[in-house]
């Protein structure tokens, strides 16, 4: 009897032991390999950063220098004075601005309508938005040019929408399109309704105006929620290249994503000045993301999937 007692015992001490090496053993492997993958996704940025630095006879250098020689500006200069990169900057700046702020306000108003109003089609009209966001940009853009080439009585068009360009070829034809996207109302949506509807049913009973209900009592609650829309917007629009390339045929209105492509011609890329300006274009969004993250995690912790 005292025999297994002793033998209980000593097993009760080395299973917590084994079972705290395989925690340790476990925890090892885990940062190991988050280690392995953080360094993978790193080096194409870093050899991004090397190379806007690095003389242009050792950016192909064999074998690869991690490190530059000496440091050189020539390449942050050529990005400069190849192409007009400061209004190709501008260009982009005025609209990813132009397109958040439109989503900040058109979204959080539908998002708005669809979680805190009761009417008819509001169940099924929230099914139709969910299923657009099911549908890939690529196949909406043919419908969307067509649309904006004959709108009527724009650019030249008569009422038919003929004889002109409507919005092509100007910063309208970039903005309206996606001026309330589905995302952006799905999301608003989906953190208006963590919000209670109390203050709203008091509102109401004091005579208060529905849209000053909107603006004044919950749109002020949703600064998480609007932070978050504004760095996905802002970023969407500061990368957009395809769509701005097909409406904007103006040199003077150009993006800076359309600029970078001026440092491949002649089946030759300048890589220098290409890093350079790319390192550039990724500062506005490095910055807005600084700016907000504070809001950034909480917007995304708020909002949910509560339907």
Aim: a positive charge; charged letters at 10%; proline letters at 6%.
């Amino acid at each position: 009897m005292a025999q297994q007692t002793i033998s209980a015992a000593a097993a009760r001490r080395t299973r917590p032991a084994s079972v705290t090496a395989r925690k340790v053993l476990a925890s090892v492997v885990f940062y190991i390999v988050t280690i392995v993958i953080a360094v993978c996704m790193f080096l194409p940025f870093f050899w991004s950063l090397i190379t806007s630095f690095k003389p242009s006879d050792e950016i192909f250098s064999v074998p690869i220098s991690w490190l530059p020689s000496r440091i050189t500006f020539e390449h942050y200069k050529a990005a400069f004075t190849t192409v007009p990169f400061g209004l190709y900057f501008y260009n982009s700046f005025v609209l990813a601005a132009a397109g958040v702020l439109c989503n900040l306000f058109f979204g959080s108003l539908s998002g708005y309508a669809f979680a805190k109003l009761d009417f008819k089609l509001n169940k099924p009209l929230f099914r139709v938005l969910l299923a657009a966001m099911m549908i890939p940009g690529i196949v909406t853009m043919i419908p969307s040019f067509y649309v904006l080439k004959h709108f009527p009585l724009i650019g030249g068009n008569d009422l038919m929408g003929d004889g002109g360009n409507g919005f092509l070829n100007s910063f309208w034809g970039i903005i309206l399109p996606g001026a309330s996207g589905s995302f952006a109302v799905f999301f608003m949506r989906q953190f208006f309704l963590t919000l209670p509807s109390d203050m709203m049913e008091m509102a109401r009973i004091e005579g208060c105006p529905e849209f000053r209900i909107f603006w004044n009592i919950y749109l002020p609650l949703t600064k998480p929620a609007l932070a978050t829309l504004s760095i996905f917007t802002f970023q969407a629009g500061w990368n957009s290249f395809l769509w701005p390339m097909i409406i904007l045929n103006d040199p003077d209105k150009a993006t800076i994503q359309m600029g970078l492509q001026a440092f491949s011609y002649n089946y030759q890329t300048d890589y220098g000045p290409m890093m350079a300006g790319a390192l550039i274009a990724i500062l506005p969004i490095l910055i807005l993301f600084l700016l907000l993250q504070k809001y950034f995690v909480q917007g995304i912790a708020f909002t949910g999937t509560k339907g």
